[in-house]
């Protein structure tokens, strides 16, 4: 039997969808600002509202083939495209000039250029908005770690734990940003735990019920407050 859709899901993934495109296109800076601090976000939620317990093997499993592989082909490609291309890109990303730095970028997998990687006295390159692919695959498997844990506890100790871990997950997260931009975007993972939570918090007490709506608002004016104020 074909599982029925949730309408309203596809619908703020279409959204999201254009509010990227919009972020990497020539909108206002005041536009793309407020859209970048909600469009990533909105799918780590969804994540969290659908995903359920699995095993980690089986997280990463299926990770590898959905989220790993596009990313390693991906890079192959704008590798490639990389070594014919006559264009020359923004400032801090890859140029024809130093197409090698491909390799590097696609090694470290993150979305801005940092000197402040693990690698000492290193300029690390920007791979792009693929970045969001590693990112989520991390998330993934570390939501699956944290999520089995708190299940071991009551329905409502569980939240709690939830709740306070990736509270936990966040913090270390924007404090370690701060000095070192970890390789694969798993600075961003850490960050994306809090988001995933709320998904699965909204699922859990029926948030979307139009009488919890005022609540969903405010918890997502939270959010958006904590990962606007990065």
């Given at each position: 039997m074909r599982k029925k859709r949730i309408e309203w899901i596809d619908y703020v993934r279409c959204i999201s969808m254009?509010?990227?495109?919009?972020?990497h296109t020539y909108a206002p800076s005041f536009l793309r600002n407020f859209l970048f601090a909600?469009?990533?976000p909105v799918f780590f939620v969804l994540s969290g509202y659908l995903t359920r317990e699995k095993k980690i093997t089986e997280t990463m499993k299926?990770?590898?083939?959905?989220?790993?592989i596009p990313y390693i082909v991906t890079v192959l490609i704008m590798f490639l495209i990389s070594l014919i291309s006559l264009q020359r890109h923004v400032k801090g990303m890859i140029t024809t000039d130093n197409w090698y730095h491909y390799i590097i970028a696609g090694l470290y997998g993150?979305?801005?250029?940092?000197?402040?990687?693990?690698?000492?006295?290193?300029?690390?390159?920007a791979i792009g908005a693929i970045w969001f692919l590693l990112a989520m695959y991390f998330g993934n498997v570390i939501y699956q770690i944290v999520l089995r844990f708190s299940n071991r506890f009551s329905s409502?100790?569980?939240?709690v734990i939830l709740i306070f871990l990736s509270v936990v997950f966040a913090i270390s997260g924007f404090t370690i940003s701060h000095f070192v931009q970890l390789p694969w975007s798993i600075g961003a993972a850490f960050i994306s735990i809090a988001f995933y939570v709320a998904g699965h918090l909204i699922r859990k007490y029926d948030f979307m019920n139009i009488?919890?709506?005022?609540?969903?608002f405010s918890l997502f004016g939270l959010l958006y407050m904590d990962y606007s104020n990065d």
């Open positions: 254009v509010m990227i495109i919009v972020c909600v469009n990533v299926n990770g590898f083939f959905t989220l790993l993150i979305g801005a250029p940092t000197n402040q990687s693990i690698i000492p006295n290193a300029n690390i390159p409502n100790i569980s939240s009488n919890n709506q005022n609540l969903l």
